[in-house]
């Protein structure tokens, strides 16, 4: 059921994405120069959001987060220069 909630809210994110125009080639391309962050805006809203759900849902105790095991700074520094530079030269 986990797997069935989770592709649901996906498909609904993305749907929002595309009807928003933030899919759009120019979009993304002008993220990456800097000149619109409406990309940014709606991503960083969507964290918020996401954000003051799970704390208000663990807040009620309905949700239990797990223990974040110790992460690899270098590793994830460089897996996201790759990805963003990935997604900048596809033009993403």
Do not use: C, E, H
Not at 12 to 35: C, D, E, M, P, Q
Not at 41 to 52: C, D, G, R, S
Not at 54 to 61: A, I, V
């Amino acid at each position: 059921m986990n797997y069935v909630i989770a592709i649901v809210l996906g498909v609904f994110f993305g749907f929002s994405l595309n009807k928003a125009g933030l899919t759009k080639y120019n979009k993304i391309v002008n993220v990456f120069r800097l000149n619109d962050m409406a990309v940014l805006k709606f991503m960083m809203t969507a964290l918020v959001v996401a954000m003051i759900g799970l704390y208000g849902l663990r807040g009620l105790g309905l949700v239990a987060f797990p223990a974040v095991p110790t992460t690899y700074v270098v590793g994830n520094i460089v897996g996201g220069l790759i990805f963003g530079v990935g997604m900048a030269l596809a033009g993403y």
